[in-house]
Every structure is written in C-alpha cells, then in structure tokens.
C-alpha cells in the first residue's frame, strides 16, 4: 500500500492523517476504511499512528482492496466528544478527491477510538455502509438511530480497561431495536482484541458484504 501523509484544517479542528492506497489504480471505486486509533495514538505527527492497528499492518506490507484513513487526535482530545463535523468533512474530502465509492464508506475504532466511531455513527445516521467497535463501549441510549447500520462489536472478556458489560450494553440496546450486529467476545483476552481482528480476514470479507445503498 502507498501510504501518503496530509492534514485536515477546520476552524474548530486540525487533524493530520495518513492514508492508504492501493499501488496500482482500481478499474472500480475503492471502499474506504477510516480507522480511529487509541488513546495512546493521541499527538500530531501521524507517523506514530503507524504503531499501531491497521496503520501497523499496512506499514509492515499488508495489502487490502480498500482506501485506508487514519485521522489523528491531538493530545488531550477525545474522539467521542470532539464535533464530529469536521472529522466527516475530512471523510467527504477524501472520498471526492480519490474517486472512492461514497456507499462503502466503513468506520472502524479500537478503544478510545471505537468510542468514537460509534459517536460518528450516531452524528450521522445513515452515511456509514458498516460499524465496527473493538474494546469499547459508547452511548447506548441513542443506538435506535444506528437500527438500519451494520455493526460488529469486538471485545475481551478479560478486558481492564473497558469492562465487557461495556460493550455487551451496545449489543443489547442495538438486538433491542433490530439492529443487524454481530458481537465476538474473545473469552481470555484483555484490551487489545484489535491486534488479532485487524489480522484477520474475517473483517474485510464481512466489511465488503455491505454497501450503503443496500
């Protein structure tokens, strides 16, 4: 993957990135992945977001079919409850300027940052193709709005830090409303449940299964 450096200016916002682009030019419109790091990816040089999570993986080699964005928060933020208008902004730039397909847009996060891609989803209903959450909870009270959304919530069940019920508290309130979720609680692990989803095939396949339009 060709990885390329940038950064975002809104008047509330400034967010560096790096994203990732197949080598060779697609004879069909790339997905896009945005992956939102942890609260130790936190700064501004996005060079550190390499790291860690699918930023790690595509450094080191991996190859995916999708376009790759990786947002970074600046110290002392919080992607939950930062306005999430500038983060989507950011999203729509890519999306138009890289000719990436506008219905399989994916939002992906792994502790503070899956805080915060639930939080984008709930910000805009409907302009997501699929969820995904990893060692991380959110507001469950809203989760009615994201009935229509695919979602796959991933968590440890041995986790210190986001204690399961967390997480098992956004399944229920999504299999409450007929949400379409997927849940994988991986019994003996601890916070870091993304290291080993992000390796995994299983993710992108399920990912390309969904699209906006359908």
């Known amino acids: 993957m060709i990885e390329m450096t940038g950064s975002y200016h809104a008047e509330s916002l400034v967010l560096p990135y790096l994203l ?4 060779e030019s697609p004879t069909t419109r790339l997905p896009l992945i945005v992956t939102l790091h942890d609260a130790d990816g936190r700064g501004s040089d ?7 999570g699918l930023p790690r993986r595509l450094s080191e080699g991996e190859s995916l079919p999708f376009a ?26 890519i999306v138009t300027t890289h000719n990436l397909d506008p219905e399989r847009v994916y939002v992906l996060g792994h502790g503070m940052g899956g805080y915060g891609a639930w939080a984008l989803a ?21 989760a009615a709005l994201l009935k229509d ?3 796959w919530v991933i968590h440890g069940g041995k ?15 999504l299999q409450s409303c007929g949400a379409p979720v997927k849940y994988t609680r991986f019994d003996q692990a601890g916070h870091d449940v993304w290291t ?6 299983a993710l992108y396949n399920w990912l390309l299964k969904h699209a906006r339009s359908a």
């Open 46 to 52: 996005p060079s550190m977001l390499r790291h860690e």
């Open 196 to 201: 080993r989803s992000y390796a995994s095939p």
């Open 20 to 23: 990732y682009l197949p080598p």
């Open 68 to 93: 790759v964005l990786a947002p970074q928060l600046a110290d002392g933020l919080w992607w939950a409850t930062i306005p999430m208008s500038p983060l989507e902004a950011l999203i729509d730039q």
């Open 159 to 173: 986790d210190p830090v986001v204690l399961p019920r967390e997480a098992e508290r956004l399944v229920d309130a």
């Open 149 to 151: 959304l695919p979602a």
């Open 122 to 142: 709930l910000a805009f209903p409907g302009r997501f193709a699929a969820l995904v959450t990893m060692g991380s909870g959110g507001d469950s009270e809203h």
